[in-house]
């Protein structure tokens, strides 16, 4: 009788055993990377340490989604920006020292430095396995939003397009095309940013050679070159100059929405879309599900709270702010492999111009 208990018990213990790792290995990629995030946060009292080039007045929306999505998840954010911190980062990192951030956005201009040093790692899920996984109703991660090499994923966009002062250029002769913005009548009216917004188009086989074409034509007809977006918006809205191209998308938008009425955006006959906020794993990070959780949540799901908080949702997404205006259009869209390509393209654009190019 005693043997018999035993063999009965040892089977129904078996059993539970069986049972239990069949629902582990039942669950699906995205359900076992919730449990990984889970079980990180645990440990970590919940918080999450993250460093990105986003205001605060973008990321706060953002990451208040996020935490009702996964209430398990406390979002400590700072903002990271320009190339300095960078550069500091690079060397202290080479020494042992740090980022105080599980996860962690660099300025493109370093991106391919961290990377080649070794200071991001692979996840450990593969990110085409957690889109198919994805919840019902989630949209699928876009395959251009993937690293070839599983190593990160693209969350946000950046489009580029023209902007113009309506004081000065009514609707109907402001440019429509990127080729528009060589015509010789905005002579001593159009100003440029130094600092490449045209790398995609660069890049993409079916506008490279008119782009480089329209970037010597524009030189050619004494296009003014400034250093950074908001100061030649700036210029444009105080009617020092009619009109901008290659301009960002958001930028644009948010001095709009903060009463610059001489202001206008509109996308060119091309939409460049620059993959960007590309979020990998850092090594030093203590929550590296949680940062792939987020990660993929920020492409996916988040995407609608993207657009409406920094104007930088994917543009193919129905319902977002540039949809409508890009229904249609061809995306000359910037990757990985225009990614790699992008300290080559930045000292062309600058040769273009006639401008010192200075590697970072």
């Not at 076992?32 to 999450?48: F, H, I, P, T």
């Amino acid at each position: 009788m005693r043997n018999t208990v035993a063999r009965l018990t040892a089977a129904a213990v078996g059993a539970l055993v069986f049972a239990h790792v069949a629902t582990v290995s039942a669950a699906t990629p995205y359900e076992q990377l919730v449990e990984d995030s889970k079980a990180e946060m645990a440990k970590l009292g919940g918080k999450l340490r993250i460093g990105f080039d986003w205001t605060a007045s973008d990321a706060k929306p953002v990451f208040e989604a996020l935490e009702k999505e996964f209430p398990f998840i406390s979002v400590d954010y700072k903002r990271e920006t320009g190339v300095a911190p960078f550069q500091r980062y690079f060397i202290s990192i080479q020494q042992g020292q740090f980022p105080p951030y599980e996860m962690f956005d660099v300025a493109s201009e370093f991106e391919k430095q961290y990377w080649d040093a070794g200071f991001f790692v692979k996840p450990k899920y593969d990110y085409k396995a957690l889109s198919d996984s994805l919840p019902a109703g989630w949209p699928k991660v876009h395959p251009a939003a993937m690293d070839p090499q599983g190593r990160y994923l693209a969350t946000v966009a950046q489009m580029r397009g023209i902007a113009y002062n309506v004081n000065m250029i009514k609707d109907a002769d402001a440019p429509k095309t990127f080729a528009d913005c060589a015509d010789p009548k905005w002579k001593g009216t159009n100003i440029i940013d130094g600092r490449n917004k045209a790398q995609a188009l660069m890049f993409d086989p079916q506008t490279s050679k008119a782009t480089y074409d329209n970037i010597k034509k524009m030189k050619a007809n004494g296009v003014v070159v400034t250093n950074g977006q908001a100061q030649v918006l700036a210029r444009v809205v105080s009617g020092e100059f009619g009109l901008t191209c290659y301009i960002n998308y958001h930028t644009t938008q948010r001095m709009i929405d903060q009463g610059e009425k001489t202001l206008k955006f509109r996308l060119g006959d091309v939409v460049p879309v620059e993959l960007a906020t590309r979020v990998g794993i850092p090594k030093w990070s203590q929550a590296p599900a949680t940062v792939q959780l987020v990660t993929l949540w920020l492409a996916t799901k988040g995407q609608p709270v993207i657009d409406k908080a920094a104007y930088r949702g994917f543009p193919w997404v129905e319902g977002g702010s540039l949809f409508e205006q890009a229904k249609g259009k061809h995306f000359a869209i910037c990757s990985a492999d225009c990614f790699a390509k992008y300290e080559d393209y930045n000292k062309e654009f600058a040769d273009l111009l006639g401008i010192p190019y200075v590697k970072d």
